[in-house]
Structures are given as C-alpha cells and as structure tokens.
C-alpha cells in the first residue's frame, strides 16, 4: 500500500475532516515516515483528491468525493442486480479521442469501476444485469466524470460467436477463486483476531479490508451465467461483519491519536 492510497482511505474512512496529526499518528503504524506523508497529503492536494479545510486539517476533494459516495453502498450490491437475458449494456467512446492521457486514465478507470470491458475498439460491453439497465448506469458514469459525448446504449442479438467472445472477455474462474479466497482469509483473520495486539489487528484488518473493498469496487457483478454467484454473496457477508469490526477497531485508534 503506498503512502497516498493510505491516506486517502483514512480520510475517506474517517468520513469528516481530518488532522494532518492523527494522519501522520497512523502511517507511522505502517512504517511511513512524517516526511513521507507529508509529501503524499501535499500530492493529494494538488491532485484534487484532498482539499484543506483549515491549516492541518484535510477532507475529501469533490472528485474524491463523487467516488466515495459511489463505493459506500457496497453493501447492498446484490439488491441492484437483476436476472441477465443475454443482451448487453455498450458504450462508445470512439469518438471521444486518446490524445489527452488524464482524461483517458479517467475514462478508463472510470468504466472499470462499472464493469466494462472492450469488445472492439471504442467499443464497451458489460452484461445488462443491473437494475435500471441502461439509463440508471449511463446516470451513475456522467455523475463520475464520464463525458456526454459518450454513446451508452443497449446491445443485443449478438451473433453466437461475438456473444461468446463478449463472454470472454472476463476471468470467470480468477473471480469465483478470489470470492472463495478472500472469504477465507477475512474468516481466518476473524478467528484469531483476538490474539492481536490492537495496533496489530488496525493494522491488518485495514490491509485486508482495503484490499477486499477494492476488489469490490472493480467487481463487474457478472450473472450466474458467468460466475459463482453464491460464493459472491457469501463473501460480501463475510466482508460485512468483518467491516463492523474492523470500524471499532480503528475508531478506537483514531480517538486515541486524533
């Protein structure tokens, strides 16, 4: 975990303005120098991802801000997908151009976030398996930071080899062993979490959480066509309980340095 990322999960989790003292307090638990985060809060900053509301003291820039609203109801993701019928949610993007490099990491990432993948250039595809379909999602990517210009529609009656190929284009079998993995390791980590010292348990439990929420993030929510839907239930009930004891945890230890 670099020192940036760190930070920007602190403040995000800390969900109100933070000081640059109990950021500093907790980066030391994980080995990183003042100096070291200093430079990163300062590159937050000039980054738009951070914004001080008063000398040392930080919150969540609105970019910043637009993502962390967007990631929160991670918790209820089951409740907004629906049975997939075998067409697809698509947007172009072709004609938007690749000469600008933030704005097309932005884009990227963007469309990562919900899922997509590239069928054909310019061209991208996830199944219609979320609730609202093609309206709600094209909602969610413009709030984000996706360009108007972006054609977002739905795709259907693919030929049965471009179908499969649309099918293809995900790592079923690399999501349902880290859905089983990941289970296992919050479970196992839940099991001897008493032997922990508390640093020791802050530490690991935000080491494993922030690894699991980012996996949730960029999970594209494939059908039951695609993948193992119950062992994906099964870990986000896992990463559920393990979230609301990793939240005392660390607000314990905020409090303790804030």
């Known amino acids: 975990m670099t020192p940036k990322s760190l930070i920007l999960n602190l ?9 640059s003292q109990a950021i500093i307090r907790i980066c030391q638990l994980f080995d990183i120098t003042e100096n070291s985060a200093r430079v990163s809060l300062a590159r937050l900053v000039s980054d738009d991802l951070l914004e001080s ?12 801000s637009r993502l962390s609203d967007d990631l929160a109801d991670w918790r209820n993701i089951e409740d907004k997908i629906k049975p997939w019928d075998g067409s697809w949610i698509a ?40 609730v609202g379909g093609a309206a709600t999602l094209r909602q969610r990517l413009v709030k984000l930071g996706l360009e108007g210009e972006a054609r977002i529609f739905t795709l259907s009656d693919l030929d049965e080899t471009t179908q499969q190929q649309a099918i293809n284009l995900w790592d079923s079998e690399s999501l349902n062993a880290h859905y089983i993995q990941g289970q296992a390791d919050m479970s196992r980590w839940l099991e001897n979490m008493s032997e922990l010292s ?8 935000f080491v494993i959480g922030d690894n699991t929420l980012r996996h949730l993030a960029f999970d ?39």
Not at 11 to 19: D, G, K
Not at 91 to 111: D, K, M, Y
Not at 122 to 130: C, E, F, I, K, Q
Not at 235 to 250: S, V
């Open 11 to 19: 403040v995000m989790a800390a969900q109100e303005p933070t000081t």
């Open 91 to 130: 947007v172009f993007i072709a004609n938007l151009g690749r000469g600008n490099r933030t704005a097309l990491r932005h884009r990227t990432r963007i469309l990562q976030l919900a899922g997509f993948s590239e069928l054909d250039q310019g061209l991208m595809v996830r199944p219609n398996n979320l």
């Open 220 to 258: 594209p929510l494939l059908p039951s066509e695609m993948v193992n839907v119950e062992s994906r239930k099964q870990y986000i009930q896992t990463m559920i309980k393990y979230d609301q004891i990793g939240r005392a945890i660390w607000v314990e230890l905020y409090n303790s340095v804030a």
């Open 198 to 205: 508390p640093q020791a348990a802050a530490r690991e439990v």
């Open 53 to 64: 509301t008063s000398r040392g003291v930080y919150q969540l820039a609105p970019k910043a």
